[in-house]
Structures are given as C-alpha cells and as structure tokens.
C-alpha cells in the first residue's frame, strides 16, 4: 500500500540498524601545471640560487680578510713586520691632493696592496734608503708584483727634492700624494719611539693598514711577510686598480 513504510517506524530503524554505515572517499585530482607555471617555479629557483651567489660574493672579501690575517698571525706563524690588531681603516676624511693640487679621496687608493712610506719634500740619505727598499720589495714578488702599488704620502708643501722626483717619474711610477702630517700620524701611528717616516707600511686592498715594518727591513724577511700575505689573499684580490 501507498505509504505503508512510513506507517511503520520501528521496521526501519530495524533496517536501519541492520545495514552498516559506510564512507566514500574520493581522490583529488593533482592541479594541471601547465608551462607558464613550470617556468615561474624555474624562475623562482634561479632567482633564489642567484641571491645565494651575491651573498657568498660579497662575503668572501670578509672571509678572506680573516684569513688573511689568521694565517700570519703571532703564535701561528712568526711574522717580520709588526701586524696591527686591530687593523686601522684607512679615513675617508683623509685629505690628500697630487702633485698639482688637484684633491684626491682616500677611497681612491682602495683596491690594491700598497706598500707606503712617507716624508717630506727634502730627501736625505735614509729617504734614498727607503725609495730603493720601497722599489726592490715590490720587484721581489716577481709576477705577483702588479698587485702591489708604491705610494709616498709627502707631509709638506715644498718642491720635491731631486731624488724624490725622480723616483716618483720612474717605471712604475710612485703614487705621490701631498698630506698633513697629523692628520696622517692618527692613522699611521708610528711605533713608540720612531718617527712617522721611519716606517714602511702595508696597506691591505680594503683601505686596512695591517702591518708596519721596521726601520731599515730586512729584505728576504719582508719579502716573506709579502708573500704570505699575497698568497692569503690570492682568491678574492685581483692585480690593477
């Protein structure tokens, strides 16, 4: 009869209870990439490895430095000249001029090892001394040479005295910069007890004066300190400003 089963109640609860409860699951399908999608993914990727590529550039001058400076340091290696810990950055308020008065920026003689002595215009016996060590340490590298720059800072006014002009007009040329010397003696900072001239000092290629030599160097022993510092450096310093 019409409506006979929902006259009866209690026959299908019975039914009901009878029949077990079952779940469907049903798979999800996997989103259809096409090419457009693929290649963003592929972009993301490169520009991800890129940004990783920038920085381990730019973190290895750092690293390098370290190195630089751990290799040779008291303790592991004994080292001729004297090493500056901490190292002193070269100022950028240095006020430097050439020759013809034409100013310079500090900034300017970053870049590249520099081998640097200083003095006034006149050129006594110990200045000769110095040209000729200054010259012969450098030519001493050998073809590691074009990675080191000579440059006189000159802490007065007055007309360069033969033997300096000479010096700095010779194959490769001196890198003659005019300076106040106090200015400079705040960055130098000679030894106790020498005068700011006594000394050669080295500049790394970041613009960090680390290590000064003694008065009158030895030359094999400082062309060891200049090797290992060359050598240190070889991965991240190229030669010419």
Same mark, same amino acid.
């Given at each position: 009869?019409? =409506?006979?089963?929902?006259?009866? *109640?209690?026959?299908?609860?019975?039914?009901?209870?009878?029949? /077990?409860?079952?779940?469907?699951?049903?798979?999800?399908? !996997?989103?259809?990439?096409?090419?457009?999608?693929? !290649?963003?993914?592929?972009?993301?990727?490169?520009?991800?490895?890129? #940004?990783?590529?920038?920085?381990?550039?730019? !973190?290895? *001058?750092?690293?390098?430095?370290?190195?630089?400076?751990?290799?040779?340091? /008291?303790?592991?290696?004994?080292?001729?000249? &004297?090493?500056?810990? /901490?190292?002193?950055?070269?100022?950028?308020?240095?006020?430097?001029?050439?020759?013809?008065?034409?100013?310079?920026?500090?900034?300017?003689?970053? =870049? &590249? $090892?520099?081998?640097?002595?200083? =003095?006034?215009?006149?050129?006594?016996?110990?200045?000769?001394?110095?040209?000729?060590? &200054?010259?012969?340490?450098?030519?001493?590298?050998?073809? %590691?040479?074009?990675?080191?720059?000579?440059? $006189?800072?000159?802490?007065?006014?007055?007309?360069?005295?033969?033997?300096?002009?000479?010096?700095?007009?010779?194959?490769?040329?001196?890198?003659?910069?005019?300076?106040?010397?106090?200015?400079?003696?705040?960055?130098?900072? *000679?030894?106790?007890?020498?005068?700011?001239?006594?000394?050669?000092?080295?500049?790394?290629? #970041?613009?960090?004066?680390? #290590?000064?030599? /003694?008065?009158?160097?030895? *030359?094999?022993?400082?062309?060891?300190?200049? %090797?290992?510092?060359?050598?240190?450096?070889?991965? $991240?310093?190229?030669?010419?400003?």
């Amino acid at each position: 009869m019409p =409506g006979s089963r929902s006259s009866n *109640p209690s026959a299908t609860a019975a039914r009901a209870e009878a029949e /077990p409860l079952t779940l469907s699951v049903h798979g999800i399908a !996997a989103p259809d990439l096409d090419d457009s999608d693929l !290649a963003a993914r592929h972009r993301t990727k490169q520009g991800r490895l890129r #940004m990783l590529l920038v920085l381990a550039v730019c !973190a290895a *001058p750092v690293i390098a430095s370290y190195l630089t400076y751990f290799v040779i340091r /008291p303790g592991s290696h004994s080292s001729y000249g &004297q090493l500056i810990v /901490p190292t002193r950055s070269l100022p950028d308020d240095l006020a430097l001029t050439r020759l013809d008065g034409t100013a310079v920026t500090a900034r300017s003689l970053h =870049g &590249q $090892w520099l081998l640097l002595t200083v =003095g006034p215009s006149t050129c006594d016996t110990a200045c000769d001394q110095r040209l000729f060590a &200054q010259r012969q340490f450098r030519e001493m590298l050998g073809r %590691e040479r074009d990675r080191v720059d000579k440059v $006189w800072l000159i802490t007065d006014r007055a007309p360069l005295a033969p033997a300096l002009a000479a010096a700095i007009a010779s194959k490769p040329e001196v890198t003659a910069l005019r300076v106040d010397p106090a200015a400079l003696a705040r960055w130098l900072a *000679p030894t106790a007890g020498q005068a700011l001239q006594d000394h050669l000092y080295v500049v790394d290629p #970041m613009g960090e004066l680390m #290590m000064r030599l /003694p008065p009158q160097p030895d *030359p094999g022993k400082t062309k060891r300190d200049l %090797e290992r510092l060359l050598r240190a450096s070889a991965s $991240w310093d190229l030669p010419g400003r």
